[in-house]
Structure formats: C-alpha cells, structure tokens
C-alpha cells in the first residue's frame, strides 16, 4: 500500500516556474514507478512525465518536454515535478501515480494516485 500526498501548486503567471511534490508513505517507495498526470477542467486525465524507480528513465509528453523535468528522492520517498516557462494551457489538477506497468504513459498503469494539486497559470 502507498499514500501519495501532492503539494506545491499554486497560481503563477506565464513565463514562470513551480516545483510540485509528492511524498509518499511506505518502506516499498522505491520499487514503484512514478507518474505525472494532469487533468483540465472538461478534459480526460493525461500523461504528463514519468521515472522509473531506479530513477534512470523518464519520458515526457510532447505538450510538457523541454520544460518539465521529473526527479525522484528515494531516500525522502519524495517525487518531483519541476515546472519552467509554464503555459495557460499547463493549468490543471495535477496527481501523481504510483504502479509497476510498463504502461507508464496510461491512468491505467498505476495502481496508487494522490489527490491532486491545483496549477493555474495566469495570461
């Protein structure tokens, strides 16, 4: 069993950055891969980055590649979202998502989710 608790969202204008987390309980953290997902107001949940539990992978959606960059602290069982020149269209509820599927790019490949942090991003 996995807790995930999201924090470090946030209002900012365009242009600019925030470093979301996500702390996890569990002596089991570092055997999971962990995901990003984001959901718009009216929109399906989606992919944004993901890292394997070693923390040598990471792949990115196409809408979020240069300018995000996921990490992880196995030692802190913390997981990072860093956000630069963020965009009004970044603005969602984001989560992130514990599991072991290679599926790492679908909801359905995780097993644990948080319950989100709200990201708005001003024009």
């Known amino acids: 069993q996995v807790q995930l608790v999201e924090s470090g969202g946030g209002l900012v204008q365009a242009g600019g950055s925030l470093r979301l987390s996500c702390a996890a309980s569990g002596r089991t953290f570092s055997s999971y891969h962990m995901g990003w997902f984001r959901q718009a107001p009216g929109k399906e949940r989606e992919f944004a980055a993901y890292?394997?539990?070693?923390?040598?992978?990471?792949y990115y959606a196409d809408s979020v590649k240069g300018r995000f960059t996921i990490s992880r602290d196995n030692a802190k069982n913390t997981v990072y979202l860093q956000m630069n020149s963020l965009k009004p269209e970044d603005t969602a509820i984001y989560y992130c998502a514990a599991g072991k599927s290679s599926r790492y790019f679908q909801v359905g490949g995780y097993n644990y989710w948080g319950q989100g942090t709200q990201v708005t991003v001003s024009s």
């Open positions: 890292i394997s539990w070693s923390g040598d992978s990471a």
